[in-house]
């Protein structure tokens, strides 16, 4: 792929929190209309580079574009590029039409779009409902409800999966289908690897720095090797290297990458 069809772009990008590196050097061009999972243990540098994406946390070094541009440069950027990330917050006391109305105002958008993605994402029954008395995989409903609101282009969910019972990950999964079957790109970060197996075109594993970013059938040869086995193949290949491999052939890693997702030197 060309970068042009990229709908984010990450170089060099690195953050360093008082001596800790929790990203280093992530180079990577995530492509339009399809949906990605970013991939990573606890602590591996999801959020923070999601974060860095969306301009809450600034870059020791190196960029992040999402639809060409720093996100604080995007124009129109909280209509283009919808959020669910733990932390944004809710009103004290709002139901969950309230809050998805509060929403509508801070958007520009009518009030009745909040009854709109309420149905799209399972959750008009809870209308009435104070957000406080909801589960946490109603919340995450509701996280997705929100960031659907404006129609965005591209959409970045951090650990929407979290919390989430079996009927809500089949539900997710079919729903972040639909929406890349729309055109839309679809950035999702997870550690729980199962689930993403069946929902992800395109993989980003990274464990600080870049292991890995092509599509899932590369990754696991159309199916033949589990994700779980790659993933921990490439974030701790001493561990499970066989004891015969060479470091040659044992190394993985960003030589594995695909042309039709990037990564970039
Ligand atoms: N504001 C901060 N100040 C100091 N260290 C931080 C800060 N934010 C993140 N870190 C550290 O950066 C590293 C990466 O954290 P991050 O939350 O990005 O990982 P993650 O892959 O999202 O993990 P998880 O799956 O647990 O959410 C961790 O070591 C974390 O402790």
Redesign the pocket.
């Known amino acids: 792929m060309t970068t042009n069809d990229a709908a984010v772009s990450l170089s060099h990008l690195t ?1 360093t ?2 001596g ?1 590196t ?2 280093e050097d992530l180079s990577v061009d995530i492509r339009a209309g399809r949906v990605t999972g970013l991939l ?10 999601l ?1 860095m994406l969306l301009g809450l ?1 600034t870059p020791t070094a190196g960029t992040a574009t999402v639809l060409g541009k720093p996100y604080a440069e995007l124009p129109h950027a909280a209509h283009r590029v919808g959020v669910s990330m733990d932390g944004m917050g809710g009103t004290p006391g709002a139901t969950v039409r309230g809050e998805l109305r509060i929403w509508c105002t801070v958007l520009g958008l009518p009030a009745t779009r909040a009854d709109e993605v309420m149905e799209i994402t399972g959750i008009a029954d809870a209308a009435t409902r104070p957000v406080k008395g909801c589960s946490t995989g109603m919340r995450q409903r509701l996280a997705l409800a929100a960031a659907l609101l404006a129609d965005p282009e591209v959409l970045i969910l ?2 929407p999966a979290n919390g989430l019972d079996p009927d809500g990950i089949r539900w997710l999964r079919d729903t972040l289908r639909s929406l890349a079957g729309e055109g839309r790109t679809v950035v999702v ?1 997870s ?1 729980q690897l199962a689930e993403l197996e069946q929902t992800v075109d395109d993989v980003v594993i ?1 464990q ?1 720095s870049l292991r890995y970013a092509g599509t899932l059938d590369d990754l696991t040869g159309h199916g033949a090797v589990r994700l779980e086995d790659r993933f921990f193949e490439l974030v701790d290949p001493a561990a499970t290297a066989p004891a015969t491999r060479t470091p040659a052939t044992a190394a993985p890693a960003a030589a594995r990458t695909p042309e039709r997702i990037t990564s970039r030197a």
């Not at 990573?40 to 580079?49: S, V």
Request: charged residues 35%; aromatic residues 4%.
């Open positions: 953050k929190y008082k800790v929790a990203v990573g243990r606890n602590g591996a540098g999801k959020t923070t580079t974060r946390a951090d650990e970060s550690h990274m600080r």
